[in-house]
């Protein structure tokens, strides 16, 4: 008999065994162990517009951002001209208002001038009292060139009878006794000593009139350095007397309006300002931003107040120190602990003519620039050059 459990199992086949000896995979398996991946076709696009932007950027940085400097740091300015007045005064007539465009030599306002007028008048009386005064020294002069004259005709007279007399008396003393009295002899040497006392009295009177000729003479010279004091007067007078009137000095738009019709003002005391039509920009760069910067650069300036009008400009000048160096109290970096601070040095900015724009910029509006350091214009040219080949000709 046989066994029931023998009878019963059955032989399971045996898996089908490759070429190499290992077992051969199910028809499933092989199939998804053979499928590749499938790759999705926007992320490789993706990827190559990100290698490009990404190169892009670096190129630029390299090739432009390398050869522009640029800040915020940046204002705009314009010539600013404080009115004030020269005399003291009731102003009567103001002609002007704030934002108001004046041209050079147009009238601002009035001081009234009726003192100043009388001054005029008074002074113009003095010049006159000084001429007469003149003219009366002229006239005495006159008189004492006629004294003069007198006197010494006067004097030569005395000395001619002196020398008469002197010489009677000689003859009578050499004569004796014969025919001539001891009395004649006597009397003429009495006649003899008082004609020398007047000589000597003319001759004195001669020296005194030529003494007050002179006097007179030079009472010419005061009497005419008092006309030029007197016309001096006169014209100072004058001058307060214009400077009622104050006039633009430049043409440009009133500003800062402090003064008021019936007002009284004061000598130099702030009336109002005047800017003018010009405009440039003031940027404050870094040291380390300044060493391919040079005169006659290209710039943009953004103004915040109109970011949407790039405007054109050149660089005009670095000034001649650091903004540290004017202030009020500059910094003493040789005294105590010493902390290096990056400075910051001004450079002004022209814009190019005949740019639409450049009349809405008032002074202080904010800016930003950027100067292209790699080339130089030649100003009044409008040639650009690389900033290399402008080194290269300085040598």
């Not at 029931?4 to 059955?10: A, F, G, I, K």
């Not at 102003?91 to 001038?113: H, W």
């Not at 000593?193 to 002179?214: C, V």
């Amino acid at each position: 008999m046989s066994d029931p459990d023998s009878t019963s199992v059955r032989a399971e086949p045996s898996a089908p065994v490759g070429p190499n000896g290992l077992p051969v995979p199910p028809p499933d398996v092989q199939e998804l162990v053979a499928a590749p991946k499938q790759r999705h076709p926007w992320v490789m696009l993706a990827s190559m517009v990100l290698l490009v932007i990404i190169a892009a950027t670096t190129i630029s940085f390299f090739m432009v951002g390398g050869s522009h400097e640029s800040t915020n740091d940046a204002y705009v300015e314009a010539r600013v001209v404080r009115i004030s007045p020269k005399v003291s005064g009731q102003v009567i007539s103001l002609r002007v208002d704030d934002n108001d465009a004046v041209k050079a030599g147009d009238l601002l306002l009035e001081i009234d001038p009726v003192d100043y007028q009388a001054k005029v008048d008074q002074a113009t009386a003095a010049v006159t009292a000084s001429e007469s005064a003149v003219e009366q020294a002229k006239a005495a002069v006159l008189r004492a060139e006629a004294n003069v004259g007198e006197a010494q005709a006067a004097a030569r007279a005395a000395a001619t009878e002196a020398l008469r007399r002197a010489s009677d008396y000689r003859r009578y003393a050499a004569m004796g006794t014969d025919g001539v009295s001891a009395q004649q002899v006597e009397t003429a040497k009495h006649a003899s000593d008082a004609a020398n006392d007047q000589k000597e009295a003319a001759e004195q009177k001669a020296a005194a009139s030529a003494a007050e000729l002179n006097v007179a003479k030079t009472n010419i010279g005061s009497a005419e350095a008092q006309v030029a004091a007197a016309k001096a007067q006169l014209r100072f007078a004058q001058l307060q007397l214009q400077y009622t009137r104050v006039y633009a000095p430049e043409s440009g738009t009133v500003t800062k309006r402090n003064v008021e019709n019936g007002a009284f003002i004061s000598a130099g005391q702030p009336l109002l300002a005047i800017v003018r039509t010009e405009r440039w920009i003031v940027a404050n760069f870094k040291e380390v931003q300044l060493h391919h910067m040079r005169m006659g650069q290209p710039v943009e300036v953004k103004v915040d107040s109109f970011p949407d009008t790039p405007l054109r400009g050149r660089v005009q000048s670095l000034q001649s120190g650091t903004g540290s160096r004017f202030e009020l109290l500059p910094p003493e970096n040789a005294t105590g602990n010493w902390v290096k601070v990056v400075q910051r040095l001004p450079v002004k900015i022209v814009f190019e003519p005949d740019q639409p724009g450049v009349q809405r910029l008032e002074p202080g509006m904010s800016a930003e620039v950027s100067v292209e350091t790699r080339k130089t214009s030649v100003p009044g040219t409008g040639v650009e050059r690389s900033a290399g080949s402008a080194t290269a000709e300085a040598k």
